[in-house]
């Protein structure tokens, strides 16, 4: 496979100083040299400073730096927000956009997403645009559906073309933090149908995307998860926050 396989470690709201440093220096042991596969984490906004540090300390190359939300503007009275422009300032790489806590809890709609996923790529960042169907709506048949909407939204704003400099990960809802994984087959039918509906536009571009599969990702399933052919790695919440589960679900790509 010509695309690099790529392990997110999304920390959600977890973490302080003394964590980070122990999760990193553990990481960043095991995992600096890897040529294959592109380690990144994503911690809250206060750690990315220090974690940008570490890293660099660290001369880890393979080790990149994301975050897992941002403003849609660039700057201005928008009391509480983060630009893209500040998360590239402290190192990062990539940006989660459209993560479903975000849309089921802070209410982001399918064009807030499509806006932060512009926001992103102004300022050079990649994002890694997360598509899924909750429980009912896969009960109901109509995941294809709701998936394509999802990225028909950004599509629509961004263009195709725009998916050279993207990541998506497909996250069913029901399979978030629940300890229930979607099985290798299930997840492979998504992650086929979205890499078709990018190619239907642009082959090339749908050939290089890397989708990546989220939800209950741990070092006892990661390997047949990422045995699929159209899954190119996988973003990481709970197990994420223990470096030995981490590591070894790195280590399975
Ligand atoms: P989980 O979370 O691995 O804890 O299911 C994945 C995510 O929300 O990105």
């Known amino acids: 496979m010509s695309r690099q396989p790529l392990v997110a470690g999304n920390w959600k709201l977890h973490g302080n100083k003394s964590m980070v440093r122990g999760l990193m220096d553990s990481i960043l042991a095991a995992v600096a040299e890897s040529d294959t596969t592109e380690v990144a984490v994503m911690p809250p906004y206060p750690f990315l400073a220090q974690v940008q540090e570490l890293i660099a300390g660290a001369g880890a190359t393979g080790v990149r730096l994301g975050a897992q939300n941002l403003s849609i503007h660039d700057e201005g009275a928008y009391t509480g927000e983060v630009s893209a422009g500040m998360l590239v300032e402290f190192g990062c ?30 300022a050079g960042l990649q994002p890694v645009l997360c598509l899924g169907e909750t429980l009912e ?19 629509t704003q961004s263009g195709v073309a725009a998916f050279a400099d993207a990541v998506v990960a497909y996250e069913p809802v029901w399979a978030i933090g629940t300890g229930k994984t979607a099985s290798p087959e299930q997840a492979q039918e998504v992650h086929a149908f979205i890499r078709r509906t990018i190619a239907d536009m642009d082959a090339k571009i749908a ?7 989220g939800g209950s990702v741990k070092p006892d399933n990661a390997a047949d998860l990422f045995n699929q052919e159209d899954i190119d790695g996988g973003l990481i919440g709970g197990a994420a926050l223990k470096a030995t589960d981490f590591i070894s679900i790195c280590k399975a790509l």
């Open 137 to 155: 709506q896969r009960e109901d048949g109509i995941t294809e559906a709701v998936i394509g909407r999802q990225l028909d939204a950004v599509i």
């Open 207 to 213: 050939g290089s995307l890397r989708i990546l599969y």
């Open 93 to 122: 790489q990539y940006v989660l956009t459209g993560h479903s806590e975000r849309r089921a809890l802070f209410g982001e709609t399918d064009q807030m997403v499509a806006d932060k996923f512009v926001a992103a790529q102004r």
